[in-house]
């Protein structure tokens, strides 16, 4: 498996459609408005093998303190690959010197960003208006 990664913002919409629906994920069913977020996030770094989009993360940011990542998804026949972990890295890398990065995270996707580097903040307590219903 030779997967690249790639920052181009032109992505294939059934296939990131695809990949969000291999999530379960509810962005999935708003295409258009998902389409938009991405190519208008600060940051967008997409995994492919061959042509085939195997996973995605986004950043969104005010472009010198803060980065916020919402998106990390990886088809489940490639998770357990570093896929993930290395979308993570990329992302981190182009914002390093950011004073904080910042994500919520739930399920087994505690332990998985605890490994790339992050803890938990303090006692925050992670709140939203939410209209999925994934979580």
Known sequence: MNITYSEERELPTDQ???LYRANNWSSAE????LMKALK???ALVSAWDGSKLVG???AISDGYLV???PHLLVLPDYQGKGI??????????IH???HMHMLTADGRAIEFYEKCGFEKAGQTQSMWIYSGGDH
Do not use: D, M, R
């Open 40 to 42: 208008n996030s600060h």
């Open 84 to 93: 993930g972990t290395s979308i993570v890295e990329v992302l981190k890398n």
């Open 16 to 18: 990131v459609i695809e």
């Open 56 to 58: 995605l993360g986004n």
């Open 96 to 98: 390093a010197g950011f």
């Open 30 to 33: 708003k295409p258009e408005l």
């Open 67 to 69: 980065v916020y990542y």
